[in-house]
């Protein structure tokens, strides 16, 4: 199975910070990557997908990168509602996985 | 619009057995890969099931976790999706979600979610 470490697991940053999770790949996935946001009682909410391509709705703040098998999420300039949960999957091969989250929280 | 909604969660003693469904509208569900995920009291979100379309012969896979004691299965004529989870453990215990790839959209899309808790 293809295992993605997420990091980091939690992370407080102030309101206009700029913030980078990373999930780095243990096999190639190519760009077969997804990022989710969660917030409390809610459902992922999908933000990137194929690692690069920001979903419809999602504000320009967010972007996606990679660089090898490390794979980011990018938010330039930390809002309040970006509090929540960060999740990646690996939607290259089954079983899909997802990373460990990350748990984002404003200073 | 798209709607996908879970039901059948709830409290189950080890090793019984409890039956999810996903009932959905808004797209084109024959065509769709339906696939269920859940997410431990820990928020630690986890694939567990995906089940293709009729082109695909309704192919499925599964997490090793799962494997032989949860069944995923559709019901295109009424557009829904299911979960037989049988010889339940305490480690289920989670909220379920299903969603859905398309060629073009995945994981666009997800229910609300339904809470299964094992235990004794």
């Known amino acids: 199975d293809i295992q993605m470490t997420q990091s980091p697991s939690s992370m407080s940053a102030s309101l206009g910070d700029r913030v980078t999770i990373t999930c780095q790949a243990s096999q190639d996935i190519g760009n077969n990557l997804i990022w989710f946001q969660q917030k409390p009682g809610k459902s992922p909410r999908r933000m990137i997908y194929?690692?690069?391509n920001l979903a419809n709705g999602v504000p320009s703040r967010f972007s996606g990168s990679r660089s090898g098998s490390d794979y980011s999420l990018t938010i330039i300039s930390l809002e309040s509602e970006d509090m929540a949960d960060y999740h990646c999957l690996q939607y290259k091969q089954y079983p899909l996985t997802f990373g460990s989250g990350t748990k984002l929280e404003i200073k | 619009e798209v709607q996908l909604v879970e039901t059948g969660g709830g409290l189950v003693q080890p090793g019984k057995s409890l039956k999810l469904t996903c009932a959905t509208s808004g797209f084109t569900f024959s065509t769709a890969w339906m696939h269920w995920v859940r997410q431990s009291p820990e928020k630690r979100l986890e694939w567990i099931a995906r089940?293709?379309?009729?082109?695909?012969?309704?192919?499925?896979d599964y997490v090793e976790s799962v494997k032989g004691r949860f069944t995923i299965s559709r019901d295109d004529s009424k557009s829904s999706v299911y979960l037989q989870m049988n010889s339940l453990k305490e480690e289920d215990t989670a909220t379920y979600y299903c969603?859905?790839?398309?060629?073009?959209?995945?994981?666009?899309?997800w229910g609300q979610g339904t809470l299964v808790t094992v235990s004794s």
């Open positions: 089940i293709k379309d009729k082109s695909n012969n309704y192919a499925t």
């Open positions: 194929y690692a690069t």
């Open positions: 969603t859905l790839t398309t060629r073009y959209n995945w994981f666009a899309y």
